[in-house]
């Protein structure tokens, strides 16, 4: 679950909406030799989409509207073997969509998955799609892991699959927990990416944390501002204003993107995204309120403290610095859990959007730590042949 924003600052904690969509320069002219050359964005994402086609003869490269749930609900598949594991991925928000930022890392995971991207109902190209009235009956916890379950289902099916992975970050860890402990037959393994455990706990630890930070930084105004809504988050319940607090000061202390004191950095990435058009980048702000006003208050429900046992494997990725969703709450709960397998990785440099912080070693854990349950079960494409002679000493 991802949720948080730059330029609406009533977002909730883990909701991320992109600012309104923009574009470059429409001239491509030069002014001469040695001038900057403008392009719209139509041709930078071209560019883009160019350079990251999949040509591989067994790959694959689309995206696809499925009728899941009575609503349309659009999904991206990237890979370049059909032999190669299918992995899901659950984004965070809810309603902050991982597809137009897939550009920025994911391409190194398509070497060894088939990756799926999907917007969920209420999140951007799903919610271009669709009315609000028609989506309104699913939007909620239920209601989406039903979804999510449907999608599995068509995965399996289609790609002739008896398991595929399960990745939730943030938000989506709601969701791929839900998942896990309902159909752990139709999962090689549950990865958890900065996993929800208890959400009104998280809250709390993260207020903590913020406050603790704009103490330490003598931040009068931090302070004043966290201290104005304490206790948090209280028996009064949560606000999107009093979120929004909360949200600020702790990504200002790099509770988000450890060393960073917002989003912005990835969320202008999401202006050059090939997968979304401008109308579906500007849909992203709209869905972000639309499930915040369903979601808010069964994700401040969300509490998997007893939910404990698992009948597939589980994988778990940390932030040592996530305070959007307390590394230290994931630790402690990732000790009780009763799972076939189970696995515990815990990033150094990283706060809660790992695969961006550190994408090199994000995709070196995939394959050391979540690869090989689907090889173990003959379900990957060969490995590549190698000849050696000698060592690397000397």
Known sequence: MKLFCTTLRHALTLAIALLPAWAMAADTATAGEGAPIAMTRAQATAIIAANQKIVAPNG??????????????????????????VLLVLHG?????????????????????????????GAGKTYASNTEEAMAPGMSVEGMTQDAASLVAYLRKRFGKERIFVMGHSWGSVLGVELARRYPEWLHAYVGVGQIVNMRTNEEAGHAFALREARRDDNAEAIRELESIAPYPGSEGLTLDRIGIRSKWEMHYGGLAWGRRDFQWAADAWRLSPAYSDAEIRAIDK??????????????????????RFRCPVVMFVGAHDYTTSHELTVEWYGKLDAPSKRLVVFADSAHMIMLEQPGRFLAHLLSDVLPYAQQAGDAAPQEETRSTGGFGR
């Open 60 to 85: 694959i490269e689309e995206q696809r509207r499925l009728r899941i749930g009575g609503i349309e609900q659009w999904i991206s598949i990237r890979g370049r073997d059909l032999r190669n594991p």
């Open 93 to 121: 928000g809810p309603a902050s969509p991982d597809m137009p930022l897939e550009w920025t890392f994911q391409p190194p995971w398509e070497d060894y998955f088939t990756v799926v991207q999907w917007d969920q109902r």
């Open 287 to 308: 869905g972000s309120l639309f499930s915040l006003r369903h979601l808010l208050e069964p994700l401040l429900a969300v509490d998997f403290d007893e939910a404990t």
